[in-house]
């Protein structure tokens, strides 16, 4: 048999940066997002006599994977075998498998690549076992989440949160939605100044949040407040809200970032430039817009579609040429083909 599924990036309102537990990727905090309606990845999953791990690019052409990603989708299946134990769905998914991944998103711009990928992998396992356990949302989550964090947020339609929980069970962290993509139209215009490679990754980063003495106090402030304040703000639709909370949450885990040890950089001079710019058409023309920054340099201009058109000026191809522009709008989440 074979089952194949589709998933989408998500931009972060309140960022997820750091765990309470590595190996299972339980976060330390609270964090927020909106799904993205575009660009895609889709994955199958079938029987296989062995373990066989493709990728693919948009056009077809097969990407060679390195030990170092083979190593993970391992892992991944593995931690996700040990879930299935826990709700007495062991012996479900086999150990030989054949997954043939294709995605459509650009590498290294700044879309959340991973987050598509795996929440696209554990809807693709819930299809696949769904003739002998039916999973429910927040435990196809909790799959997804084992393979990159912000995985269980792609889950869902529209808006959802990732719920930190406590202790560490495997299932302790899950995903909830919040609205549907139908509750508020939000647009996101992804300005990427490089395509370079990030030095550090996301997952290495999360390791090293614990060494900023800001870190403590990021994760008192997201749980005692701008968790809250986003979801108020989503669902209430107060935009004004909404941009400062998720400005704040930004710019607070990049001085988290440039505060570890080793610090890590990951804001651009160009990436500065943008901010201003955007800052300063915002406040002349008074355009509900707000900006936010995952870990690199890309910009995401998150607004309401009565800016549409300014937003379109301002990201046309001559006033950012030196920069890739990439357009979404909110979306739904992780399907069944």
């Not at 885990?253 to 990951?266: D, F, I, Q, R």
């Not at 300063?280 to 201009?301: F, I, K, N």
């Amino acid at each position: 048999m074979n089952t194949t599924a589709v998933s989408f990036p998500n931009i972060a309102f309140i960022k997820y940066w750091g765990n309470r537990n590595n190996a299972l990727r339980l976060p330390a905090a609270d964090s927020l997002s909106m799904t993205l309606d575009r660009p895609s990845v889709e994955i199958t999953l079938s029987d296989a006599d062995r373990l066989s791990i493709r990728s693919f690019e948009a056009d077809g052409k097969e990407k060679i994977l390195t030990e170092k990603q083979i190593s993970r989708w391992k892992e991944t299946l593995d931690l996700m075998r040990s879930s299935l134990g826990t709700i007495g769905a062991e012996g479900t998914l086999p150990e030989t498998l054949s997954l043939e991944i294709r995605s459509h998103i650009p590498p290294s711009v700044g879309l959340a690549s991973s987050a598509a990928v795996f929440s696209c992998l554990a809807r693709a396992v819930q299809g696949f076992i769904s003739d002998k356990t039916r999973l429910t949302e927040e435990q196809t989550s909790v799959l997804a989440r084992l393979g990159s964090g912000s995985a269980a947020r792609s889950i869902f339609d529209g808006y959802a949160a990732l719920l930190a929980g406590s202790g560490n069970d495997i299932d302790a962290a899950v995903g909830k939605q919040i609205a549907d993509e139908s509750h508020w139209t939000l647009y996101d215009f992804v300005i990427i100044p490089s395509t370079h490679e990030k030095k550090v990754g996301s997952t290495e980063g999360h390791a090293l949040a614990h060494t900023s003495p800001l870190f403590d106090q990021r994760v008192k402030d997201i749980t005692e407040r701008r968790q809250p304040q986003c979801i108020d703000a989503v669902l209430r639709k107060d935009f004004e809200l909404l941009q400062q909370v998720v400005e704040e949450d930004a710019l607070d885990m990049h001085a988290v970032m440039e505060s570890s040890t080793p610090p890590l950089k990951y804001l651009s001079e160009e990436t500065h430039r943008i901010l201003r710019e955007i800052t300063s058409l915002r406040e002349e023309r008074h355009l509900p817009v707000l900006y936010t920054m995952d870990a690199g340099p890309t910009v995401h201009l998150i607004f309401e579609e009565s800016a549409l058109g300014e937003m379109k000026q301002f990201t046309d191809i001559q006033k950012q040429k030196r920069c890739l522009i990439f357009e979404a709008k909110v979306g739904k989440g992780a399907y069944l083909k």
